[in-house]
């Protein structure tokens, strides 16, 4: 309950009371346009990045390899978009951090280390089951150490 006390109802409040603020001192207009400016400029990019992940997790399947990687900066591009689009000044700077690719790549490296830790844990089950060329089977089992990302068979 806390966490999303948190999100709907502290963050919209220091939002509005920071927007409120910063028109005060800057005017209503050009605090607008702020918004308004960092919204574009945000999904822009958000969308030029969206659409390189895109092609390198494709790039991985081609190969054979799982694109767990490309999809977890997938996932974080789409959240710094829709922060992004958000009107306020701290969601937007959240965003924008979310899109630079070696932010991004801390807050992956801390995500997997708390999956792993939950796997290990028993707290998540993960078990992965597909069917590659030729029919065969291949499972994957994320506690396996593996450097490449592809399928056990």
Known sequence: MGKLVLLFIIVPTVELAL?????????????AALVVVTGVVGAFAARMQ??????EARAQVSRGEIPAGSLV????????????????????????????????????????????RAVE???????????????????LDPR?????GRWVH
Do not use: C, W, Y
Not at 19 to 31: A, H, K, N, S, Y
Not at 144 to 148: A, H, K, R, W
């Open 19 to 31: 927007l409120i603020e910063v028109g005060g001192r800057l005017g209503t207009l050009p605090t």
């Open 50 to 55: 969206g659409l390189g992940v895109v092609a």
């Open 73 to 116: 900066d997938g996932v974080m591009i789409l959240l710094a978009a829709a922060l992004l689009v958000t009107p306020g000044l701290i969601t937007d700077s959240v965003g924008f951090l979310l899109l630079i690719p070696a932010i991004r790549a801390r807050v992956k490296a801390h995500l997997l280390e708390r999956f792993k």
């Open 121 to 139: 844990q028993n707290r998540v089950q993960v078990r992965i089951v597909g069917v590659g060329l030729g029919g065969s089977v291949h499972e």
């Open 144 to 148: 396996e150490e593996s450097d490449t």
